[in-house]
């Protein structure tokens, strides 16, 4: 499958691979609407949801190997579920557990932190949006230093790469165009993927930017620019196939603009009926009925009926078995209380 340059046609796409990703985009639409169905409960801490982002999500955390680190935000739950986190780890989180695998039931959902051995890394980060930029983009410094210093285990096209994704409306802040300025300056490898809902809240793109993120990124020399329509599968695929061994093989920087729409309420602790008056128009791009009128590729709908089930019913009770589950231990509030008398 793997071409020179990394470019892939759609019919190299395995079946394998747009099964998988249908199961985890029909999982993460099952999983946004029993949170929705329930919100009274699950809205005891506030949340987002990957709803209309699916897809270029899936597309992304499908192409990532174990040795590549991951700069996850809030929006991110569908990327979370392709790089192999079980959906019952991630409501986990949701509702604080003490066995939440990223942050024992003490950070958001979708507040990932990650160290297993098959999967790729996720240090920890801010809630504050866009303050991924600097640190993901240090750590692609740090793997050039490995590098450079003949200290890597990895090379050619296993070398690994930083994936920053960020919100439309984060990239307008000061800390990521220090993060771009560093990461062209020095040509680290590093896709900053832009998933770009026009949605700041509830001010929308017009009311807080002058330009886009493919515009914005034309002010950083060396910043190569991929825009695409974040709710093709198949495209997005392709892009992040041809970007992934473009950074592997070149260690350099690129910006991927993938535009999608947010289908979900901002967050659990807002209605976007309130405000947005692009409902209906947003509706008609969604990734999930797309990727099912595409389907060429063979996967018969049976199989597709299937796999939908399938995901309604493993998450029918699975709320109720949270429930059962502890807490987080209360001996580290007793620490830190003690640590200051
Ligand atoms: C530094 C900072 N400023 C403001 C906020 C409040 N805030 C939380 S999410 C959000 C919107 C971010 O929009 P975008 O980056 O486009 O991501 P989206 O939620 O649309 O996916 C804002 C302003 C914050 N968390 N951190
Ligand atoms: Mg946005």
Redesign the pocket.
């Known amino acids: 499958m793997n071409t020179n340059n990394g470019n892939i046609n759609a019919s190299e796409i395995s079946e394998a691979v747009l099964t998988q990703a249908f199961r985890l985009m029909a999982e993460a639409r099952s999983m946004s609407a029993i949170y929705e169905a329930n919100s009274s409960f699950t809205s005891k801490y506030v949340h ?1 949801t990957s709803k209309g ?1 699916e897809a270029i999500q899936i597309a992304t955390g499908l192409q990532l190997l174990p040795q590549d680190f991951l700069s996850a ?3 991110d739950d569908s990327m979370l579920l392709s790089i192999g986190m079980e959906p019952f780890e991630l409501m986990l989180q949701l509702m604080a557990k003490r066995d939440d695998p990223f942050s024992g039931g003490r950070l958001y959902y979708s507040h990932p932190s990650l160290k297993r051995p098959n999967m790729p890394k996720i240090p920890m980060q801010s ?5 991924q930029a600097i640190p993901a983009t240090g750590i692609a410094m740090g793997l050039q230093y490995l590098e450079n210093q003949a200290l890597s285990e990895w090379e050619g096209s296993d070398s690994p790469l930083v994936v920053c994704s ?6 307008t ?1 000061g800390e990521v165009a220090e993060a771009f300025q560093m990461a062209v300056l020095k040509k680290l490898p590093i896709v900053y993927l832009v ?3 026009e ?3 509830s ?1 929308h793109a017009r009311e807080i930017r002058a330009m886009d993120a493919t515009h914005y990124a034309m002010g950083f020399k060396g910043l190569e620019v991929r825009t695409i329509d974040g709710t093709d599968f198949i495209k997005s695929y392709q892009t992040m196939h041809e970007v992934f061994t473009s950074v592997r093989m070149e260690r350099r920087p690129f910006l991927v603009h993938a535009k999608v729409p ?1 289908l979900n309420h ?2 659990s602790g807002v209605r976007k009926e309130w405000y947005r008056d692009d409902l209906e128009e947003q509706l008609l791009r969604d990734p999930y009925p797309k990727f099912k009128i595409n389907n060429k590729f063979g996967i018969q709908q049976r199989a597709l009926s299937r796999i939908e089930t399938d995901a309604d019913e493993r998450f029918r009770n699975i709320l109720q078995k949270q429930w059962l589950l502890k807490t987080p231990d209360r001996k580290i509030f007793l620490h830190m209380i003690l640590h200051q008398l």
Do not use: P
């Not at 809630?127 to 303050?131: E, Q, V």
């Not at 960020?166 to 990239?171: C, E, M, N, V």
């Open positions: 987002a982002h935000y809030y929006r809630s504050a949006t866009g303050m960020l919100g439309d409306a984060s990239i802040e998933q770009d809902n949605w700041d809240i001010a947010l901002h967050t």
